[in-house]
């Protein structure tokens, strides 16, 4: 849901009238004006404009929302709830997380919180630019509930290697070379392999002699980048483009950059 339409306070107080009116079809413009806090005037120009829109129809023994109205207010509030969901749990993730313990930690024990090989650690009693609180006792490689958290985590993204195949229609994989893509990928030591899709798939187990399953591959290498893990990512143009596209994005939403490189294979 677009964030505007939690700030449409005129489609909300339109929506919000014809709820009075759909749990009490007798209910006056004064009682709607006192439980709204707006004029009752106000309540008389909104329910004109919603009449004249189609979202509300006049019965004779007074109002009635129409299908339309009730579709409306349903697929609207529907959109804000899912939108306000969404923001109480990031809000719940962003006070309390889980880590990996690097030592024997007790419970109330203040921790440093580290970002290691895509995994965020947390060492007991150690300064760092993020802190919590351990919510629980754990042992050295446990995972640990953490609360309290204060600061940002020092990250270092990880780089990007794309290796652009040939096309379907120019012969995929059985086109590509593929002794260069296993000694680029080598050289390039990623901590994460992924195709973009079935021609990648191929070549990537051509070169390192690995079964690749296809998954949310844009996402599962950006969600690696961000945890300062090195992903070689593999296909052809077109799921190539959209890595592409899915970094630049990054960059110009939060100002974090990759450094990528791309080959031909």
Known sequence: MNVQKLRDLKRNTELLILIEILKSPSVRMKEISDKLGITVQAVSQYIAAMRKEGLLRDTGVGLRPTRKGMQITQEHFSGMKEYIDTILRRISVIDRCVAIASGDIKKDQSVGLVMEDGMLMAYPDRRSSSTGKAMESAHEGDDVLLGQLEGIVDLELGRLLIVETPSDVDGGSKKANVERA????????????????????????KSTEELFTIHAPVESAMSALSKGVDVVYCGTRDSTDRILEAVCGLKRDSGYEIQWKTMKA
Request: without cysteine.
């Open 182 to 205: 296993r000694q680029k990928i080598e050289e390039f030591a990623p901590g994460l392999l992924v195709a973009g899709d079935l021609v990648g798939a191929s070549l990537l187990s």
